[in-house]
């Protein structure tokens, strides 16, 4: 792809999140509808079905967050946690595209209110982070990102993540040795 190409998807990119932003204020319960369904229509697993089918999927989760006023009862009940929580046990994080590594760990990032009671997703969010699919990978820009992912996501879940600190500390140490 040339760099006009690359532009031309980025702006359509962004005028689609724009539009589903847009409509996911107005319309909440519809836009979670049409989340759910394209999650439930991906391939399983996950971790082999087709990266951009996966990524849009996560990209869809990730941006209801940004659905206005109305989202606060949308996102902490019913329908969306049992998603995140569906999502959080699935194999996605094993997915051999880096994009959609990235896109998993931002989404873990934004809601990681859903790790405040839940040690072990916690644990295992932070592992895949601090492993091979996250800042041990070989694309430069999964790892930059899945440090700072990895970042918010422990900040904004302490007291929880204070368990995780030695651990976490330890395989950073580990990285440079």
Same mark, same amino acid.
């Given at each position: 792809?040339?760099?006009?190409? *690359?532009?031309?998807?980025?702006? $359509?990119?962004?005028? =689609?999140?724009? +539009?589903? !932003?847009?409509?996911?204020?107005?319309?909440?319960?519809?836009?979670?509808?049409?989340?759910?369904?394209?999650?439930?229509?991906?391939?399983?697993?996950?971790?082999?079905?087709?990266?951009?089918?996966?990524?849009?999927?996560?990209?869809?989760?990730?941006?209801?967050?940004?659905?206005?006023?109305?989202?606060?009862?949308?996102?902490? *009940?019913?329908?969306?946690?049992? $998603?995140?929580?569906? =999502?959080?046990? +699935?194999? !996605?994080?094993?997915?051999?595209?880096?994009?959609?590594?990235?896109?998993?760990?931002?989404?873990?990032?934004?809601?990681?209110?859903?790790?405040?009671?839940?040690?072990?997703?916690?644990?295992?969010?932070?592992?895949?982070?601090?492993?091979?699919?996250?800042?041990?990978?070989?694309?430069?820009?999964?790892?930059?990102?899945?440090?700072?992912?990895?970042?918010?996501?422990?900040?904004?879940?302490?007291?929880? +993540?204070?368990?995780?600190?030695?651990?976490?500390?330890?395989?950073?140490?580990?990285?440079?040795?």
């Amino acid at each position: 792809m040339d760099d006009e190409e *690359e532009s031309a998807e980025e702006t $359509l990119k962004h005028n =689609l999140r724009k +539009s589903f !932003v847009n409509i996911a204020r107005v319309y909440p319960s519809l836009c979670l509808d049409l989340v759910t369904s394209v999650l439930c229509l991906l391939p399983q697993p996950l971790s082999s079905a087709p990266f951009p089918d996966v990524e849009v999927a996560l990209r869809l989760v990730y941006h209801f967050g940004e659905c206005g006023p109305a989202k606060h009862t949308q996102l902490k *009940e019913g329908t969306f946690p049992a $998603l995140l929580l569906a =999502l959080h046990e +699935s194999d !996605v994080d094993q997915h051999a595209h880096w994009a959609v590594c990235l896109a998993y760990y931002e989404v873990c990032a934004r809601y990681s209110w859903i790790f405040q009671d839940r040690p072990n997703l916690l644990e295992k969010v932070v592992g895949d982070m601090l492993g091979n699919a996250g800042i041990r990978n070989n694309h430069p820009t999964l790892r930059a990102r899945a440090a700072y992912q990895l970042f918010k996501t422990v900040e904004s879940t302490i007291p929880a +993540s204070v368990a995780l600190l030695a651990p976490i500390v330890r395989s950073l140490q580990g990285r440079h040795h």
